[in-house]
């Protein structure tokens, strides 16, 4: 990151620099948060399929289920609410 910092910059634009630097790397989290939840839920949701009739103990499975579920509506918030903020910092 500090390659990005030249000389000629001042102090305001370090700082929106740095901000930018630090914002593309939460968007990158969130975003790869959500495609786990994602594919942990479908692998899952393929033990009740037909074709693999695996052995899952359902008490546990629905627990996991909501658990993923909860995380994922908590990313997503997190994600729109970075999202608002994006929005605000092309702005400045």
């Not at 594919?39 to 993923?68: A, V």
Request: a negative charge; hydrophobic letters at 35%.
């Amino acid at each position: 990151m500090i390659d990005k910092f030249q000389e000629h910059f001042d102090e305001q634009e370090v700082q929106m620099l740095s901000i930018e630097s630090e914002s593309s790397e939460w968007e990158e989290r969130l975003k790869s948060i959500e495609t786990g939840a994602a594919f942990y839920s479908k692998l899952l949701n393929s033990g009740f399929s037909e074709d693999f009739k695996l052995k899952i103990n359902l008490e546990d499975s629905n627990y996991l289920r909501n658990q993923l579920k909860s995380m994922r509506e908590i990313n997503d918030f997190h994600l729109k609410t970075f999202q608002d903020y994006k929005i605000k910092q092309e702005g400045v």
